[in-house]
Structures are given as structure tokens and as C-alpha cells.
């Protein structure tokens, strides 16, 4: 079994979902009392919503890039970034070690492939929403058509994300806005849902929509269980 090396804190409400999945899964494949070999370094979320709401992104890279170096250090085989958005700067951060990096949107697309699907809403941040990061990724490794709410309902989205899910807020009106918004783009003829923000599968639950939900934390925690036995 690989050492599975993540970069948490992101916040912190996520990063307890992989720690979790990331187990249960060892624990599935191996039985017994077996759990997964892992290390985290846990950010602070403070610093990063402050580089996300002044756009320093140099800065965020450099705070992944040393996380990821410490992660190396301490015997990690592979890098998870547990999240979304911190993905802008992916390359830049692969570039710096000599471990391999786990993306988000490869888990994503993978799971999506599996399914026989083409057509996909993307849920996420602004940033997530709007840049090409996690979307041309989508597009061009996978082929997927990557579509993403109107303006208003991105800024309903990104709301509830930094204001009520990154402090375990869960809200049923914000719940009902959600389900709303995904109406509208199965209306648009996506096939199914990419919850592309590892806080969104806390509000938003499979049981509470008509179209398949892709997780990106599920997903992204189930590749690494992959990746440790590969």
C-alpha cells in the first residue's frame, strides 16, 4: 500500500470527508482492522480565503507547492490537493516535486467516462465556474461538454460555499436555491452533476436529485485508494 499524501484544511469540513472515505475504503478492500497509510498538512482556510478574495495566486501556489514538499518529506507516494479551486495552480505544484499529483478533474472525468455520459453541469466556486482549470481539463482530456450556471446563480453558488459550507453551516433554504439551479441546467440537457467544490456533497445529496451526482471529494478520495494499491 502506497502512503497517500494530502494537502487539507480547505476546508477542514472536506478534508474530514477524504479522511473518512479514504479508510473506509482501505478498509473494504483489506477487511480486518486495516486502515489507509496517509499524511496530511492542514492549512489554514483564513490564508487561503484571503489569496482567493485578493486574487494572489502566486501566493497560493507557493503555500501548495510547500505543503506538497512537506508531504514528499514525510514519505508521501502521491499528492491529493483537497480541493477544487487551489487547482489553478496544479501545475505549477507538480512542476515542484518529484512525486506524482492526483487531479481533481482527472477523478472526475473518470468517474464521469465510466458512466457514458457527455454532457455535464459544473458546480463550484467562481473561480472553478469561470477559469478553464477544472473545465478545459474536463473538455480536453475527456471530451466532456462542461456547462455552468448564469451569472446570478454562480454568485448564489459561490455565496453559500464561503459563507455558510467552509464553517459547517448546512441551510435548507440553501439546499432548495441548489436544487433549483440544478433544475435549470437538466432543463439545459446535462446528464449529470459535477459537485466541483469539496464542501458541496455536505448540502447537496444524490437522494435529493433526479440527476447523477459526481462528487469531486468521493471521487477524488476513491482514485487515491486506487492509486495506493496500484
Request: hydrophobic share 50%.
Amino acid at each position: 500500500m502506497k502512503t497517500i499524501g494530502l494537502i487539507g484544511g480547505m476546508s477542514w469540513e472536506s478534508s474530514v470527508e477524504y479522511y473518512k472515505i479514504i479508510n473506509e475504503a482501505a478498509l473494504a478492500k483489506l477487511g480486518g482492522v486495516h486502515s489507509a497509510k496517509s499524511v496530511m498538512v492542514s492549512v489554514d482556510f483564513a490564508d487561503i480565503d484571503a489569496i482567493l478574495k485578493e486574487g494572489r495566486w502566486e501566493d497560493g501556489a507557493n503555500m501548495m507547492i510547500n505543503a506538497a514538499k512537506q508531504l514528499e518529506a514525510a514519505g508521501a507516494d502521491f499528492v491529493l490537493i483537497c480541493t477544487n479551486t487551489l487547482h489553478k495552480v496544479a501545475d505549477q505544484v507538480e512542476q515542484a516535486i518529484s512525486i506524482p499529483l492526483l487531479h481533481i478533474a482527472d477523478a472526475a472525468g473518470e468517474a464521469v467516462k465510466a458512466q457514458n455520459m457527455q454532457k455535464v453541469a459544473l458546480l463550484g466556486t467562481r473561480f472553478t465556474m469561470q477559469d478553464n482549470f477544472i473545465k478545459g481539463r474536463l473538455a480536453d482530456k475527456f471530451g466532456l461538454q462542461v456547462i455552468t450556471p448564469d451569472a446570478a446563480d454562480q454568485e448564489i453558488i459561490h455565496r453559500v460555499i464561503f459563507e455558510e459550507l467552509v464553517i459547517g453551516k448546512i441551510l435548507p433554504a440553501s439546499k432548495d436555491a441548489y436544487l433549483e439551479i440544478i433544475k435549470k441546467l437538466q432543463a439545459e440537457n446535462a446528464e449529470a452533476v459535477i459537485l466541483g467544490c469539496t464542501e458541496l456533497g455536505l448540502l447537496v445529496k444524490q437522494e435529493d436529485c433526479s440527476l447523477p451526482l459526481f462528487d469531486t471529494t468521493v471521487v477524488h478520495a476513491q482514485a487515491a485508494i486506487e492509486m495506493a494499491f496500484s
